[in-house]
């Protein structure tokens, strides 16, 4: 019980440096808990542990020293080439996999087991436990012996040689080598290892550590979040996005139609990882299902039930009696299992931001950054409110283009609106009265 409380202690330490209130609580009931091992898969790619080995022990040494044991799985790209090319072997990929002939499977082996080696040692230096798994998970079979070599597809995976690691409060280091029935050693596409691993575990989360930090679009900027129920097709249809991230994305699509509804992957960087983890915003890439956003422009099509529940929970507070009969309402965004809303009106002639809600349970989903950028790239421009003390408050502050503090009101608006006209609009928004009890 004393090293739960000061685990606990130490998330809270660490969250409230770079979370909120509603985020720490949000962790406590996600992972820290009797199945805090199934917290995370990570799979590492081979250029990481060669040019971000300190990085990657930092980022993993924290989270075992709060009580988190992850299970990772690497890959050895860079360091397969160099061997292959020491050796004068030539490097030959087809439909992205290594071709591996019976000559070349022995030094691909090595280059794995020296890559796991270096990883361990790591861990070693840095107090953290660390056990490699170099056999026994990734029965195999060729998966076309004419055309790629000693190449596998996984045809089953043994999760016990990993829980017995994890029972022993051990960090388990996974290679992507399986055997077939013949105990032929054939090589996996890491990807595909990993993704075969995460199907059989389930684990609350997923990282993939790559040194783009993420899925980047056609400024080079990160995508912060990909609702895979509304913004897939859009993004498959991009020209900007490289084929590489193209079928990485494709993979996680199908990796989650295989895990709980609450499951998601990360795309992330070493240096990244403990706030991709632990706070909503993250850093990276969050890739979830999603719900599919509705865009509702009567009424008459909202359910107003639901959308009551969902403030409430949202906000923590009883609306007036009547608040939703009583709303004009000129557009609304809704999740379609009603777990997050924006809700618009009129205010002075221009388009008022009435309520922006998450539901509890939806934290950390992404599910509202998906509606703001459905919002914003349906309006110009908008205005709205907000407490002095509202959660989210720092969220507006980075989003908005502009606001003015008036007593416990933060008037917040997006776009270009006439100088002349915004104080108008700041009074009417103060002076509009409160919708909660």
């Not at 990734?138 to 994890?166: C, M, S, T, W």
């Not at 408050?393 to 008036?406: A, I």
Request: proline share 4%.
């Amino acid at each position: 019980m004393p090293q739960i409380k000061a685990t606990r202690e130490t998330i809270v330490r660490l969250l409230s440096s770079m979370a909120d209130g509603k985020e720490i609580r949000q962790y406590l009931k996600l992972y820290a808990d009797p199945n805090h091992k199934r917290l995370a898969v990570i799979k590492v790619g081979g250029a990481i542990i060669r040019d971000n080995l300190d990085v990657l022990g930092s980022a993993i040494s924290f989270l075992y020293s709060v009580g988190l044991t992850p299970i990772i799985i690497h890959g050895s790209g860079p360091q397969i080439d160099e061997a292959m090319k020491n050796a004068g072997i030539e490097s030959v990929k087809k439909d992205g996999l290594r071709v591996t002939d019976k000559k070349s499977i022995g030094l691909i082996r090595n280059a794995f087991l020296d890559t796991n080696l270096k990883l361990l040692e790591m861990l070693d230096n840095l107090g953290v436990p660390a056990t490699p798994v170099t056999s026994g998970v990734f029965a195999a079979a060729h998966l076309d012996e004419e055309k790629y070599g000693q190449v596998g597809k996984v045809q089953n995976v043994d999760i016990e040689p990993v829980q017995r690691i994890l029972a022993m409060n051990r960090i388990p280091l996974l290679l992507p080598m399986g055997e077939s029935d013949e105990q032929q050693i054939l090589n996996i596409n890491a990807d595909t290892a990993a993704n075969q691993l995460i199907k059989k575990l389930k684990p609350h989360k997923v990282v993939f550590l790559t040194q783009t930090g993420g899925v980047l679009d056609g400024e080079g900027v990160i995508i912060d979040t990909i609702n895979l129920a509304s913004d897939l097709e859009g993004l498959m249809g991009e020209s900007w996005l490289n084929e590489g991230m193209r079928l990485k994305v494709a993979e996680i699509a199908s990796l989650l139609e295989y895990l709980p509804p609450s499951s998601s992957v990360s795309i992330t960087s070493p240096e990244e990882l403990a706030k991709e983890l632990f706070t909503y915003k993250g850093s990276g890439t969050l890739i979830k299902k999603g719900e599919a956003i509705q865009h509702l422009t009567s009424k008459k099509q909202l359910n107003c039930q639901a959308l009551t529940g969902l403030i409430e929970d949202s906000f923590g507070k009883k609306l007036k009696a009547g608040y939703a009969e009583n709303l004009k309402i000129s557009h609304a965004f809704t999740s379609e299992n009603n777990r997050a809303l924006a809700i618009f009106s009129h205010l002075k002639g221009e388009i008022w931001l009435d309520k922006f809600a998450v539901a509890d349970d939806a934290q950390g989903e992404g599910l509202g950054r998906t509606i703001w950028r459905h919002v914003t790239d349906e309006f110009d421009r908008f205005f709205w409110r907000a407490r002095f003390d509202n959660p989210i408050r720092g969220f507006y502050l980075n989003e908005s283009d502009g606001h003015v503090n008036c007593g416990n009101w933060t008037v917040f608006w997006v776009g270009d609106f006439d100088l002349k006209k915004l104080p108008e609009l700041i009074n009417a928004a103060v002076e509009k009265p409160a919708s909660f009890e």
